[in-house]
């Protein structure tokens, strides 16, 4: 019988424990500040704000969320985030995603400083990331790992394969495995008889954006299946990447929603905290 991974049961206690470092961080005079910046409104974007500022305040982190409008300039936006970058009492630095047509990503990205970087995005914490040397890893991938640890999944010489290969997702999620000795397999919408290779897969990793992707047939009996995927489906519902039926094959499996979202929050949340606390020679 499937194992259900609960994200917001373990996001829960890894937030809950990092009250007693804000606490010990406060009696030191540090206050560990959150900065997340919006521009625009995009419906799924406020609700992640609104879901990150909540969590972050409930445990003490000083939560700082910047609305500006859909006209805002790269180069206003760029301004910002340079005050930001200057100001020691900000210990993290995320610009919510998508940002309209008008502003570059990839340069808002790059222009946020590397310490400061709590969502991991920042090539030079990319480039940390696969040489097994990390700064900011991000947060996704690193709930996952945690998931792996808290359910003693352990991931060591095993087949892994990652159904996906953003930049926010699968290339840094291939790089933890990696780095934990898995052998990985990275997949996309190109892939040739991708279900030939998900069915050999002890882990598998699904983030492709497509509701019900994976189905019972692609997974091998027993595996790992992590279940990345929100997808909006036009009754209104939520679905993950992975159809419902493959519960009847896998091991483990990470509902939608309840799984590997809480957990995105829950890692920056305690990656705020690990910033905040080099930012002033704590740990």
Known sequence: MVKIIDGKELAQTTTDNLKFEIENLKKKGVIPALVVIVVGEDQASQIYVKNKHRVAESIGIKSIITKLPSSTSESDLLALISEYNENPDVHGILVQLPLPKQINEKKITESIRPEKDVDGFHPVNIGRLVMNDPLAIPCTPMG???????????????????????????KPMAALLLNANATVTVTHSHTQNLSEITKQA????????????IKKADV?????????????????????DVDKDVSDVAGYLTPVPKGVGPMTIAMLMEQTIELTKRSVGIG
């Open 144 to 170: 996952i790992m945690r998931m792996f640890t808290a359910y003693d999944i352990d991931v060591e010489g095993k087949n892994a394969v990652v159904v996906g290969r953003s930049n926010i997702v699968g």
């Open 202 to 213: 002890d882990i598998l990793v699904v983030a492709i954006g497509q509701a019900n992707f």
């Open 220 to 240: 091998k009996q027993g595996a790992v299946v992590i279940d990345v995927g929100m997808n909006r489906l036009d009754s209104g519902k939520l679905a993950g």
